[in-house]
């Protein structure tokens, strides 16, 4: 779990015996499992938040993407729409305004 093999455990066990005593060491040890199970609990939940929050943000992405090739694609329509219009000679790109004098 935390690199902490059996030996080690041991000598933790031993030592919160001497410390806390025979009687009270059960009632510690119950408390300290229901906290860590708390904690796993709320990292556990902050884990999902943050997995969530990057699946909205690569899905936004996606979505921009995809909204920039379809306004590039529009782009592309219209310049081939302009360019057909200029080989028929439909090309009002240069037409004067009524009222102007060029």
Known sequence: MFGIGMPELLVIAVVALLVVGPKKLPDIAK???KGLAEFRRAAD???ETIKETL???ELKKDMDGIKDALLHEKD???TDDDQTQKKNGNDTSHTANPGSHD
């Open 76 to 78: 592309e329509e219209t």
């Open 55 to 57: 699946k909205t943000d």
């Open 31 to 33: 408390a300290l499992g």
């Open 45 to 47: 939940g902050a884990t």
